[in-house]
């Protein structure tokens, strides 16, 4: 006899109905009664047991129909829990892809934005401010059109448009690279399945290394001679004092251009309880704050710049009582090198560069005089004095020696500097001619690493063998053979042997980890 409705709700609390072929049903406390489906499956031991869901949600006839189906899925050998994996797998790509055919280019571009302040290391908003324009001019017509239609025909068409009709090759071509990163993005997400934006790949061969270009030792203290010898007070002038301080520093363009008075301590009131003159600033990429001394070679473009504050109020003055400034702004009395046409600092130093390149045309490493040429070049003269890439990624703010940003206290900022002092002396005294030595290459990253990487597989079975001992006998003789470098090494050697910021980060958390074991022990 087939059960019905009636039947179901005379049932009481925990009794079950048998409707046959596996399918059964159990009243629960609170009326409702649960579906369940139980059937010996070949190749498995146990029954294969199966909860539907819940009467009156789902009906005798919905009941039976899924129990016939996971008959079916059994006599194919096919286990009903992967089938419902599958089918689950199956609903979720078909909304995914419902979504991914509503989603504009505008919003993927949002989406996008969000994630990196969400998941990555947001962009710098000149970053940003450049991709949106860049996507916005040469994708305009696709803002609002479905992401998902633009094809590798679409891209080939739009390089060759702006190519030859708009002569903006390079242009169409960042943008193009932009637009990549967003879509491998979505697509490392499950939202977009493939990218119509790769299509560059194999076409370009590099041929050969790029060259390792930087300033020899005399063209920079030429340069630096140069700089200090530069009486004209203008604008260029304030220029070439950024660029002295940037030689001098091994800091980016940015970082220097954006000194803030506030930051810099040059009296004795200033800087104690430092041994020295120095200042500090925020990292532009880390973002995290760094202490940098001012040694003797730095000291005299500082000072002329704060010679030039007098004659910036004056200015200030004379342009406040004016009833039409003709869009000359104030100097912003904070920054450094604050900007004659806006309230910030300036944004660049072409005049500067523009006239040492006029003077310095022939250089035996480099093109052009630049700020990466100037980075590169007390870069290179850090490693020829014997320092080792970690003291020159502190000395130039790549590599972080920050472990929690957020205790970073004066102290530590003016400790920092201290500590930095001879390294930045001995250098400085380099660049400007003061002590002479023979520059040599930084090797590339992967040769630097390889190296290391060989060193570290000759070790590694060793060191590795030696914790197992420990692990096995943990005593303190045990434990006294094996240092903090070994059990760094044996923990993250195998992992990474390059030199990406994923393993500089790692080899980071790793030493604090290791050393607050150590300090327990």
């Known amino acids: 006899m087939v059960a019905t409705v009636s039947d179901i709700k005379k049932l009481k609390y925990q009794e079950e109905h048998n409707f046959g072929r596996g399918l059964r049903i159990k009243a629960n406390k609170d009326g409702s009664c649960s579906w369940f489906f139980r059937q010996k499956m070949r190749g498995y031991k146990s029954p294969v047991y199966m909860k539907l869901g819940n009467w009156p949600d789902i009906s005798i006839d919905d009941a039976e129909d899924k129990a016939r189906t996971y008959r079916l899925k059994i006599s194919e050998d096919i286990h009903p829990k ?73 891209v080939n068409n739009k390089i060759n448009e702006w190519s030859s009709q708009r002569g903006s090759k390079g242009q169409v071509l960042k943008v193009c690279d932009y637009m990549s990163a967003i879509w491998n993005f979505f697509i490392n997400s499950d939202v977009l399945e493939k990218n119509p934006f790769d ?122 009582g004016m009833t039409k400034r003709r869009g000359k702004h104030l100097y912003n009395l904070e920054y450094v090198f604050p900007s004659p046409r806006t309230d910030k600092a300036i944004t660049n130093s072409k005049s500067g560069y523009s006239i040492l390149n006029e003077t310095f045309t022939e250089l035996e490493k480099a093109k052009k005089i630049g700020a990466q040429i100037l980075r590169k070049t007390f870069a290179t003269s850090a490693y020829s004095l014997g320092y080792t890439m970690e003291q020159i990624g502190l000395f130039t703010g790549h590599t972080s020696a920050i472990a929690n940003t957020k205790v970073a206290t004066d102290a530590y900022v003016a400790r920092q500097a201290d500590d930095h002092r001879k390294g930045f002396e001995t250098i400085n005294s380099v660049l400007v001619g003061e002590t002479t030595i023979d520059l040599v290459p930084i090797p590339d990253n992967s040769e630097v690493y390889d190296e290391a990487g060989s060193i570290l597989d000759e070790r590694l079975k060793e060191q590795i063998e030696r914790l197992d001992a420990y692990e096995k006998n943990p005593t303190p003789e045990v434990l006294a053979r094996i240092n903090l470098e070994d059990k760094l090494l044996a923990r993250i050697g195998e992992k990474h042997k390059d030199a990406s910021d994923k393993y500089e980060a790692e080899l980071l958390d790793e030493k604090k980890y290791l050393q607050e074991q150590s300090d327990k022990s």
């Open 82 to 154: 992967d089938y419902e994996t599958e089918q689950l797998e199956l609903e979720k790509a078909k909304e995914l892809e419902e979504i991914s055919k509503a989603l504009t280019l505008r919003q993927l571009l949002e989406m996008y934005e969000n994630s990196r302040d969400l998941y990555g290391k947001p962009n710098q908003p000149s970053t940003i401010k450049d991709r949106r324009w860049g996507i916005s001019s040469v994708f305009a017509e696709w803002m609002d059109k479905p992401a998902q239609d633009i094809t590798k025909l679409v």
């Open 199 to 320: 299509i560059k790949k194999g076409r370009y061969t590099r041929v050969g290394k790029p060259q390792k270009e930087y300033l020899q030792i005399k063209e920079c203290a030429d340069m630096i001679t140069f700089i200090s010898k530069y009486d004209k007070e203008n604008l260029t002038a304030m220029n070439l004092d950024a660029i002295a301080l940037t030689a001098l520093t091994g800091l980016r363009k940015d970082e220097v251009l954006n000194f803030r008075w506030s930051d810099i301590f040059l009296s004795r009131e200033q800087y104690t309880p430092a041994s020295g003159p120095y200042f500090n600033i925020i990292k532009s990429k880390q973002q995290e704050p760094m202490g940098i001394p001012i040694t003797k070679q730095m000291l005299p473009y500082f000072e002329r710049c704060l010679a030039r504050v007098d004659e910036f109020k004056r200015i200030n003055e004379k342009r406040a």
